[in-house]
């Protein structure tokens, strides 16, 4: 297969971040649909993080179809640098949050337990992964597109 040149690759990503935001609103339809239909908590609340999954997932692909059709984005350390003590900070709160949900979680026995806790594990674990790439990147400059 032919290699394909810049522009129709900004263009094929900018189509599939269209689609994808498409199937976001189906996922928050579906989701909205079981949220009525059900009376059990464990669903509802499942079907609710699914959707502001959705929701932010939505507004992360318009960021990046904006970057590439609009204004590119771009990170220089100097944003971070300023910010140091704050990521600094908020970094350690993350890993602290890690170490008491694997507390709980060590002390938790019921599956209904186990399967909320290791939803928030997943979704801390994502914070500090996030946090630590941020304060990697202090040091270099990034061209997002
Ligand atoms: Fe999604
Ligand atoms: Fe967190």
Do not use: C
């Not at 318009?62 to 590119?72: A, C, F, K, V, Y």
């Amino acid at each position: 297969m032919k290699k394909k040149r810049p522009a129709d690759m900004t263009k094929s990503l900018v189509k599939v971040l269209k689609d994808w935001q498409k199937l976001e609103d189906e996922s928050i339809s579906h989701a909205d649909a079981t949220i009525k239909k059900t009376k059990n908590k464990l669903v509802k609340m499942t079907m609710e993080m699914i959707k502001n999954d959705s929701q932010k997932h939505r507004i992360m692909q318009q960021l990046l179809i904006d970057s590439l059709t609009r204004e590119s984005l771009i990170l220089a350390p100097e944003d971070l640098g300023a910010l140091s003590e704050n990521l600094n900070k908020h970094l350690a709160a993350e890993a602290k949050t890690l170490e008491l949900a694997d507390k709980a979680l060590q002390n938790s026995e019921l599956f209904v337990t186990r399967y909320i806790l290791s939803y928030l594990i997943a979704d801390e674990q994502k914070h500090h992964a996030l946090l630590t790439k941020l304060n990697e990147l202090k040091r270099a400059t990034v061209f997002v597109t």
